[in-house]
């Protein structure tokens, strides 16, 4: 389990999206899936709290995941011990949403 609230985390350290090449993921059956999140699962309790995986989008041929993490090197430390690609990392300099039209 990570420690810390996922709040405080997110105010205090970056987001990161991760590109993953990864051709036909969009096929990927739900065990395949499972067996992904736990092996990043067990990365991450290694890691620590320094960095935490907050969700991903599985595409046609790609992965996207959204990380709150201290930097881009352990995020590539992650991938590295995970075995997963990160083609792309790009730090999240600001969110806007439906409500941003409103301000």
């Not at 969009?26 to 320094?50: F, M």
């Not at 046609?60 to 590295?80: F, G, M, S």
Request: overall charge negative; charged content about 30%; glycine content about 4%.
């Amino acid at each position: 389990m990570v420690k810390g609230n996922l709040n405080e985390r997110q105010d205090t350290m970056p987001k990161y999206v991760i590109e993953r090449e990864s051709p036909d993921a969009g096929k990927s059956s739900a065990e395949d899936l499972r067996a992904v999140a736990q092996e990043s699962c067990a990365v991450l309790q290694k890691l620590g709290t320094d960095i935490q995986w907050v969700q991903s989008y599985v595409t046609d041929d790609k992965i996207y995941c959204v990380y709150i993490a201290r930097d881009e090197e352990i995020v590539r430390e992650h991938a590295k011990q995970g075995g997963f690609p990160a083609n792309r990392i790009s730090k999240v300099r600001t969110i806007i949403d439906p409500s941003t039209a409103e301000a």
